[in-house]
C-alpha cells in the first residue's frame, strides 16, 4: 500500500473522504527560492544560487496578487520565500497589503537584516507594524547551525536584538513570533513548553524577547526528503507520522482557509503542495490571474503522503500546532 493510500484511509477512518476548503482568510504568497542561507531541512529548496526567473514572481504577477487583495475578503497577507525581503517587489507587497487593512507576515531568516542592500529593512517592517515569523531552530547554537548552516546562530541572535531594539516582541503591536523544526527525524514537542523554554533561555542568555513559539513539523518534501533518503530514515519517519495520525487536527489544517500562490502566479491548496508541485483541483481557477473566491472556497485539496506530516500528533500549520 503506497503512502498516499494510507494518508486516505486515515481520513477514511474519521469518515471523511476527501479535504474541502472553508472561507478564504490567508493569502500566502511565495515570492521566490532565492535566499541567503541554503539550510538542511529547507522544503522550499531555496539558496542563494537560486536566481533563475522562473523561480522568482515578476512585477507582472505581484501586480495581480494585489489585484486580488484589494478585491477584499482576506484577512492576512502571509509573504514566504526563500528569503521574501530580497525579491524586489517584498516592500510594494507589504504596502499594499497595510493599505488593505490586513495583517502582514514575513516569514524572515533573521540573518537577511544584515544583507547588502538590506540595512534598512528592520525599520521597513516596524513602521508598517508588520508581523515577523522568524525561523529559529533551537536557542542553542550546535542544533541550528547544523540545520541552517554554520554562522546563522549568532547571526540569528544579532537579528533578534535588533529587531527588539525596533520594539518588536515587546507584547505591543510589533509581533515577533519564532518557529522551530526539528533537527531531525522526530515529531516536534510540546509546544506550549518548549516556547516557555525558548524563552527563559534566550533572554538568560541574551536578554532576547518574543510573543510566541510556532512548532512546524518538517514535511517530507525536497530538500528534508532527500535527507530522509540519505540517511535511510524515510520509511521509519512516514510510519512515525501515521502512527501519531490525529483526526483532531483535521479541522484546523491551513489548507483549509489558505491560497498559496507560486512565484509564477499558480495557485496551491498550502505552501508545501507548491514545493511538490500539486497545484489545486483541476475545477477550480489554477492561477491567480484567474482568481475566483466562490469556486475556491468549496474546492477539494490535493492530498499526498507528505499530508501526513500536518496531521501527526497536535497537528501542525504556518501557525503552528492545530490541535
Request: charged content about 20%; glycine content about 10%.
Amino acid at each position: 500500500m503506497t503512502t498516499i493510500d494510507r494518508f486516505q484511509d486515515a481520513l477514511e477512518q474519521t469518515g471523511i473522504d476527501a479535504l474541502h476548503a472553508t472561507e478564504l482568510t490567508t493569502l500566502q504568497v511565495n515570492v521566490g527560492k532565492l535566499c541567503n542561507q541554503a539550510c538542511r531541512h529547507c522544503h522550499v529548496d531555496a539558496g542563494p544560487q537560486r536566481t533563475e526567473p522562473e523561480v522568482n514572481m515578476t512585477a507582472e504577477t505581484v501586480d495581480e496578487v494585489i489585484r486580488v487583495l484589494q478585491s477584499g475578503g482576506f484577512h492576512t497577507l502571509d509573504l514566504t520565500g526563500g528569503a521574501p525581503e530580497l525579491n524586489p517587489h517584498f516592500r510594494r507587497l507589504v504596502v499594499a497589503g497595510r493599505e488593505a487593512g490586513i495583517r502582514v507576515i514575513d516569514r524572515c531568516n533573521l540573518t537577511v537584516l544584515f544583507e547588502p542592500g538590506q540595512e534598512d529593512l528592520g525599520e521597513f517592517l516596524a513602521a508598517h507594524e508588520v508581523e515577523i515569523t522568524a525561523s529559529m531552530p533551537h536557542y542553542a547554537a550546535g542544533p541550528t547551525d547544523r540545520q541552517r548552516g554554520a554562522g546563522v546562530y549568532d547571526g540569528s541572535v544579532r537579528g533578534l536584538q535588533r529587531l527588539n531594539d525596533l520594539g518588536y516582541g515587546t507584547g505591543d503591536s510589533l509581533v515577533l513570533n519564532l518557529v522551530y523544526n526539528p533537527a531531525g527525524a522526530f515529531l516536534p514537542g510540546n509546544q506550549a513548553e518548549l516556547e516557555a523554554d525558548f524563552k527563559k533561555q534566550l533572554d538568560q542568555r541574551f536578554g532576547i524577547r518574543f510573543d510566541n513559539l510556532f512548532c512546524i513539523t518538517n514535511m517530507p518534501i525536497r530538500r528534508y526528503l532527500d535527507w530522509l533518503d540519505r540517511s535511510g530514515n524515510r520509511e521509519r519517519y512516514l510510519e512515525t507520522l501515521l502512527s501519531a495520525f490525529n483526526p483532531s487536527a483535521l479541522e484546523g489544517l491551513m489548507c483549509r482557509n489558505l491560497i498559496s500562490v507560486g512565484p509564477d502566479g499558480t495557485l496551491y491548496d498550502c505552501d508545501f503542495n507548491q514545493m511538490a508541485e500539486m497545484p489545486v483541483h483541476a475545477k477550480a481557477p489554477t492561477n491567480i490571474r484567474d482568481f475566483e473566491r466562490a469556486t475556491l472556497e468549496t474546492r477539494r485539496v490535493v492530498t499526498a503522503e507528505h499530508c501526513l506530516g500536518c496531521t501527526a500528533g497536535a497537528g501542525s500549520s504556518c501557525g503552528g500546532t492545530v490541535a
